[in-house]
């Protein structure tokens, strides 16, 4: 009788476990969310944000045709909706297809440069030769592991600023629009 009790208290607290894992995960593909644990572990959805690129020349290349054109992507506003505390890891939640794949080789976690009515970073830098300087974006670094049928755990070091999550083909088509999770670490 009592190992029957105790298998049963493990098989319900096994699915308990299971619940609150699948509770957790977004539900969309391309989907981000962010972890706060706070005695329960509660998954708060980032800002999704529609970007603009912006391209600007040099002074140089529009007089004398010598100089840089940037392209830089833009999102509206000082600051995210969503802000975490810096007083625990950064935890995030990517929903993708499947979780087969290196997250390295398609998440990016970037931090933006924060003006007055906007967060920017630099997407491209071509100079008057024309070589193009792809990733001048401050990339942050994280660690990942699988969570759940398809999603990755994001988890990174809690550094005060403005972030933005970018998945790049997640479902391995060519992207349409180019969206950013943001948050911020206060």
């Known amino acids: 009788m009592r190992r029957l009790v105790m298998i ?108 007055k009515k906007e967060r920017v970073t630099e997407l491209a830098n071509v100079n008057w030769v024309g070589n193009v300087s792809e990733g001048n974006m401050k990339l942050m670094p994280y660690e990942a592991e699988s969570y759940g049928k398809s999603s990755y755990l994001l988890k990174m070091e809690p550094v005060a600023g403005e972030y933005g999550v970018r998945i790049l083909n997640p479902n391995e088509k060519d992207e349409k629009v180019t969206i950013f999770h943001c948050f911020g670490v206060r």
Do not use: H
Request: aromatic share 4%.
């Open 8 to 115: 049963v208290t493990l098989l319900v607290s096994m699915g308990a476990f299971y619940a609150m894992s699948q509770s957790l995960e977004p539900k969309w593909a391309g989907s981000v969310s962010l972890i706060v644990v706070d005695g329960d572990s509660i998954a708060v959805p980032a800002e999704k944000a529609n970007v603009k690129v912006k391209t600007a020349n040099s002074v140089g290349r529009l007089l004398v045709g010598i100089g840089n054109t940037t392209s830089k992507v833009v999102v509206a506003g000082p600051s995210s909706t969503t802000q975490l505390k810096a007083d625990a890891p950064v935890l995030i939640l990517v929903k993708c297809k499947d979780n087969e794949t290196d997250p390295m080789s398609f998440i990016q976690v970037v931090k933006f440069d924060e003006k």
